[in-house]
C-alpha cells in the first residue's frame, strides 16, 4: 500500500501546502514553504494552535503580509489602478512578503527603500507609490478585516512615514499674465482645450472626453452644463461641469465642429492636451517670458503641466473668496452627488462662484481671439 496523505498537507511541486477545514473557523489553505515534510507538520500544529487560541481566548493569529497582500488584490480587482498595486505588492513581496503583519513597520521597510534607492535607483516618489499600498494594505487589516471571531486581522495599524521627496514637482498656478502668454503660443485647438479646462477646473481626459450628449440645458438659467459620467471620472462618481461664461463662449464656438464630441482637431478625437505640441508650445512661451512678462522665466513655467490648469483654477476660485464647499462641487472633489440634487438656485450659486474669476480674462486676448477666429 502507498503512503496516505498526511491530513491537512498536500504537496504540490517541491512545497507542502496547508489545506485544512476547521470547525467553527473555516478553510485554510497556505503554503508552509517547506520541503520537508516533519517540519511541515510542526508548522500545521503551529497553525492549528493559533487558531485554537484565537477561538478559545480571542488571540488573533499570526497572518504574513503575503497574505494580506493577496486579500487586498481580490477585494480591489475594480480599482482603476489596480494592475499598478499589484506592481507595487510584487515589487515588495521579497523584503516583508513573509513577515508577520505585526512584524512590518519602518524598521523592517528600511532594506526594500535602501534596495530600490541606491540600486534600483529609482524616484522617491516611486518608493513613496509603494509604501502608500503597504500603508493601505496595514490599515486595512487593523480596521476592516475580520475572522470569524470578530478579530481584526492586525491589533494596530504602524505609522508607515513616506520619504521626503524634494525633487517633487510642485504644482505651479498660472497668473494671468502667464496664461495670456502660454495659451498664445498654443495651437488653437489646444488653446480652446486649455481655455476650457482653467474655467472649469476639468481633469485632462475628462476635457478630451466631453461629449454633447452630457450637456444638459438649464433653461431658466440661459445656459447649460456638462455631466461627466462617473467611468470617466477619477473618482467614479457623476461629474458636474459649471460653465463659467468663458467656458461657455468656448462651448458655442465649437458647436458645429463635430456631433458629438465636443473638442476636435481636423473631425477626429483629441487624445491628450499635453502632447508635443502643449511642449513646443510651452518651449517657446519659456523663451519669450522675459521680454513678455520682464522677469526671468520662473523653473515652473518652463515645466508647466497640464495639470496645473486645474490648480490654477481651484487658486483663483479661493482668492475670489468662493468658500470651501463650492470650490471641491466646482473642482469635482465631491463624491457621491449626482447633479440631479441641484436644484436651480443652487446652479445659479455655483455659476456666479465660477464667473469670479473671469475678471482676469481680456476679450482681446490671444486665447479667445484664437477660439473666435474658429467659428
Not at 321 to 333: A, I, K, M, S, T
Not at 337 to 366: D, F, H, Q, W
Amino acid at each position: 500500500m502507498g503512503r496516505r496523505r498526511p491530513p491537512g498537507l498536500i504537496k504540490r511541486g517541491d512545497i507542502w501546502h496547508i489545506d485544512k477545514h476547521v470547525k467553527g473557523y473555516g478553510r485554510i489553505c497556505e503554503s508552509t514553504g517547506s520541503s520537508r515534510f516533519k517540519e511541515a507538520q510542526s508548522i500545521l500544529t503551529h497553525r492549528l494552535e493559533e487558531i485554537r487560541r484565537a477561538m478559545v481566548f480571542g488571540i488573533r493569529p499570526t497572518r504574513t503580509f503575503r497574505e494580506a497582500a493577496t486579500k487586498y488584490l481580490n477585494e480591489n480587482l475594480h480599482k482603476r489602478s489596480i494592475g499598478r498595486d499589484a506592481l507595487d505588492l510584487r515589487t515588495i513581496e521579497p523584503f516583508i512578503g513573509a513577515l508577520a503583519l505585526n512584524r512590518v513597520h519602518d524598521g523592517t521597510l528600511q532594506a526594500f527603500i535602501r534596495s530600490r534607492l541606491h540600486e534600483d535607483r529609482v524616484a522617491v516618489g516611486t518608493v513613496n507609490r509603494t509604501l502608500a499600498v503597504v500603508r493601505r494594505v496595514l490599515n486595512l487589516a487593523a480596521r476592516k478585516w475580520r475572522d470569524d471571531q470578530g478579530l481584526t486581522w492586525l491589533d494596530i495599524s504602524p505609522l508607515i512615514e513616506l520619504l521626503p521627496d524634494d525633487a517633487r514637482r510642485r504644482p505651479y498656478p498660472l497668473s494671468w499674465e502667464e496664461q495670456r502668454l502660454l495659451f498664445s503660443e498654443l495651437p488653437p485647438h489646444l488653446a480652446r482645450m486649455a481655455l476650457f479646462k482653467v474655467n472649469t477646473g476639468t481633469r485632462e481626459q475628462e476635457v478630451v472626453q466631453l461629449r454633447w450628449d452630457w450637456e444638459f440645458r438649464i433653461p431658466e438659467l440661459r445656459t447649460s452644463v456638462f455631466v461627466v459620467p462617473r467611468e470617466y471620472v477619477k473618482n467614479k462618481s457623476d461629474r458636474l461641469v459649471v460653465l463659467n461664461e468663458v467656458a461657455l463662449s468656448v462651448i458655442n464656438g465649437v458647436r458645429r465642429d463635430h456631433p458629438t464630441r465636443v473638442f476636435v482637431y481636423r473631425g477626429r478625437a483629441v487624445k491628450r492636451i499635453g502632447n508635443a505640441g502643449w511642449q513646443r508650445a510651452r518651449i517657446r512661451a519659456a523663451n519669450r517670458y522675459e521680454s513678455v512678462i520682464g522677469e526671468p522665466c520662473p523653473d515652473g513655467f518652463r515645466r508647466c503641466r497640464v495639470h496645473d490648469l486645474k490648480h490654477t483654477f481651484g487658486r483663483r476660485l479661493r482668492a475670489a473668496g468662493v468658500g470651501f464647499e463650492d470650490r471641491q462641487d466646482l473642482l469635482g472633489h465631491k463624491s457621491g452627488k449626482v447633479t440631479t440634487e441641484y436644484s436651480a438656485p443652487e446652479l445659479a450659486n455655483l455659476i456666479a462662484a465660477s464667473n469670479r474669476v473671469c475678471g482676469g480674462m481680456s476679450r482681446n486676448t490671444p486665447a479667445p481671439t484664437l477660439i473666435r477666429s474658429t467659428r
